[in-house]
């Protein structure tokens, strides 16, 4: 149970890296706003998918 916990983490962390890179390498000097909407924005699938892999117990 808790080693899939670390993998499930460990593969979002991986996903918020490569689409952190992807989303500032376009844009350096993106502004504070953009990046709260981003962890905003990222949170929110996480928490939708956490949901998803509990109804369906992935």
Same mark, same amino acid.
């Given at each position: *149970?808790?080693? $899939? $916990?670390?993998?499930?983490?460990?593969?979002?962390? *991986?996903?918020? +890296?490569? +689409?952190?890179?992807?989303?500032?390498?376009?844009?350096?000097?993106?502004?504070?706003?953009?990046?709260?909407?981003?962890?905003? *924005?990222? +949170?929110? *699938?996480?928490?939708? +998918?956490?949901?998803?892999?509990?109804?369906?117990?992935?």
């Amino acid at each position: *149970m808790i080693k $899939e $916990e670390i993998i499930k983490d460990g593969i979002w962390v *991986m996903l918020m +890296t490569i +689409t952190f890179v992807i989303f500032f390498s376009k844009n350096i000097k993106a502004n504070w706003k953009a990046f709260i909407l981003y962890l905003l *924005m990222f +949170t929110a *699938m996480r928490v939708v +998918t956490n949901y998803i892999f509990d109804q369906f117990d992935i």
